[in-house]
């Protein structure tokens, strides 16, 4: 009997550790880790076959509420046209039914061929205007004729009338679908092709996630999101050719700082730094990077913009979805270096016909598409600064440079550049800002209590709008006094005075 036993029970252990082992091997090809070498690989299906979100491990509601954002994991993928080089298709126009396959009852839908997702305050502007210049190439119909705001802000209804969610199909009317049909050439088979291709830019994709709780197959209690942006664009454009354009994080920062309305001097900006990096330390202590500015929104949070200068933290996250020869990166203190051999690259990546070696040219010494003014009166960051933002931004340069295998992002080569305030005609700098928040406001939800956003709803441009708040302020002076002040935007008015009271406090602390 006790010979029995003792048998019975080694089987019982001989089976334990079979499916151990099994378990083992398992989770050891599902968690593998790719190692350096395998990301900078043209053979990269390893990488994209552990990494890339597969939309049938989710449920797909069929009860989800119509105000919710759209569920772009669970739409049908689109099989796209093979005589286009952009990403097209045509679908039902109008309310025909016909099972007809003729292309006179369908309307051609085309969404980007390129992305230029990141990052802010890099010099994306500048970049998409001259590939544009490419015959080849389209602009698209949202803001400067390049940013559309939709992966990571409209589409969540920030930035739009009412609130409204837009969606994927909405999404693809921003692109110039009927130019590129008009235009094709024949080929050797006799068959019509067009080689129009067309795209957009909007760096904020590269960091900004602060929606992630609103994707589907996410938990909103969750402490990280399990799917981000890139999972989305992966699953509707999986070939889409990526543009990351990267700077020297500390003068991105601030350039992003005055670009965004976070603050108006050097010296804010400096106690902001401090503020900010001392926050973010206080949140790592208990947790993660990523779970600081996932988790905790430090993304939205923080006084300024400083985790989309954290390159390497998000980086990960795209190159954890798309292969590495997929993304086009580059600095943007060699672009501007060598503008022209920048270009060639990048046409070379997007695979669109040489041009003339003098029309490169012309595109070269074309005039700087974008300059924050508000930098530019203010001249360079405080020299304390740069060097607290140097120490803060060396850890995280030196985990980029390993992820690239690239010491250029280390940015050894780039020094303090001291630059002295400049007297730029107020008048000008006033214009400049008024019309930016005017270009801002048009795009998004205007307040129906905002007298000055009411004139932008009826306006026609600008220019209109300028005068009818001019005017405005006159007849208000005249009879009350005036309540308004053209040179002052009233979101940025609010925030200039939430500054000075946070210096005043920061001063007396200091004594």
Partial sequence: MKHITRSFFGLCLFGVLVILISLQIDL???????????????????????????????????????????DIICLEKRTFLKNFKNPCWYEPSGKSQSSSSSVQNKTLRCLPYFHIFGVCKTGTTDLFFRLIQHPQILPNAGVLGKETWFWSWRRYGEYTDGYTKVTLKQFSRAFDAQKIGETKMSIEDG?????????HGDPMDFWDHKHWRDIHQNDPYANVPKVMTPHLLKHVLPNIKLILLLREPAERLYSHYYHGGYGRTPEEFHHDVITGIQRLNECVERSSYRGCIYGHNLTTTLPLPLSASLYYIHLKEWMSVFPRDQIFIFRNEDYRKDKKYSLFKLFEFLDVGDISTRLVDTIVNLP??????????????????????????????????????????????????????????????????????????????????????????????????????????????????????????????????????SMKKYKLDAK
């Fill in 191 to 199: 068959s019509q092709y067009s080689d129009l291709i067309t795209g």
């Fill in 368 to 501: 700087k598409a974008y300059e924050t003014q508000l930098k530019t009166v203010q001249g360079s960051m405080l020299n304390e600064t740069w060097e607290i933002l140097t120490e803060f931004f060396e850890e995280p340069n030196r985990k980029l440079a390993e992820m690239l295998n690239d010491d250029r992002y280390l940015w050894k080569d780039t020094a303090f550049n001291y630059r002295p305030k400049t007297a730029l005609r107020k008048n000008l700098s006033k214009t400049n800002t008024l019309k930016r928040y005017y270009e801002r406001k048009k795009a998004s939800k205007l307040n129906p209590n905002s007298e000055i956003d009411q004139l932008i709803k009826v306006s026609k441009n600008f220019e209109e709008w300028f005068a009818m708040v001019k005017k405005r302020q006159e007849e208000k002076a005249r009879s009350k006094g005036s309540i308004l002040k053209t040179s002052k935007v009233p979101y940025q008015q609010k925030k200039r005075e939430t500054k000075d009271i």
């Fill in 28 to 70: 050891r090809q599902k968690y593998i880790q790719p190692s350096l070498e395998a990301l900078f690989v043209h053979n990269t299906e390893v990488f994209v076959k552990e990494y890339t979100v597969k939309p049938e491990k989710y449920s797909c509601p069929s009860n989800v509420s119509s105000t919710r954002v759209e």
